[in-house]
């Protein structure tokens, strides 16, 4: 099994910054994508940022700009920063991995539980 793990998240004043990270463990053979999605409340969850274990990224509309998504493979960590916070970005921000377990030959997608987001003032 692959656990993700969360963390960075907090209440910051707008005009902030964080940065979150994620760490996977357990046993694994490898992990491809790695990534984060955002759940305002209300709405729908919706793409951050996703990075290939070469390097790749792809961040989601709107999301240009303020976010940079990176990754430590050594440590099997993804990390998300956030300049400039605004109050519509205050969000539950979910860590997601694309990884394939040691017993097995297949990959699965995993979620981590969430870490919290408020920008105000």
């Known amino acids: 099994q692959v656990q993700l793990v969360e963390s960075g998240g907090g209440l910051v004043q707008p005009g902030g910054s964080l940065r979150l990270s994620c760490a996977a463990s357990?046993?694994?053979?490898?992990?491809?994508?790695m990534g984060w999605y955002r759940q305002a409340p209300g709405k729908e969850r919706e793409l951050v940022a996703t990075?290939?274990?070469?390097?790749?990224?792809n961040y989601g509309d709107s999301m240009k700009g303020r976010f940079t998504v990176s990754r430590d493979n050594a440590k099997n960590t993804v990390y998300l920063q956030i300049n400039g916070l605004k109050p519509e970005d205050t969000a539950v921000y979910y860590c997601?991995?694309?990884?394939?377990?040691?017993?097995?030959?297949?990959?699965?997608?995993?979620w981590g539980q969430g870490t919290q987001v408020t920008v105000s003032s």
């Open positions: 997601t991995a694309v990884a394939t377990p040691s017993i097995y030959t297949i990959s699965y997608r995993y």
């Open positions: 990075i290939a274990r070469g390097g790749t990224t």
């Open positions: 357990g046993s694994i053979f490898s992990i491809n994508d």
